[in-house]
């Protein structure tokens, strides 16, 4: 398994754990900052998950919530995380 197949895969692991399936995307844009300062130290990565765990929380709340489920690997292999956190009705 690639090292970037292996972040996908955690991310997404750790994600479904805490929010479930429901609109779970993880993408590796690693490819789109080649050669940037950082770029070496860890993946970038793009996430978007429903979840009515959201309910009345503002964005940053939400993003919180996405950040504390993936704590341990924003130490280990993300450099970059584009979050798009939603609840159901808002797709």
């Given at each position: ?62 993003h919180r ?23 159901p009705q808002?797709?």
């Open positions: 398994m690639s090292t970037t197949h292996a972040g996908v895969e955690a991310i997404r692991e750790r994600l479904a754990l805490a929010f479930g399936e429901q609109g779970l995307e993880v993408r590796d844009d690693s490819h789109l900052h080649a050669g940037h300062a950082g770029a070496r130290e860890g993946g970038h990565y793009t996430v978007r998950l429903v979840s009515e765990r959201f309910a009345g929380l503002s964005r940053v709340a939400r919530l996405v950040y504390d489920a993936l704590r341990e690997l924003m130490h280990q292999g993300i450099h970059a995380l584009v979050i798009d956190a939603r609840t808002e797709c």
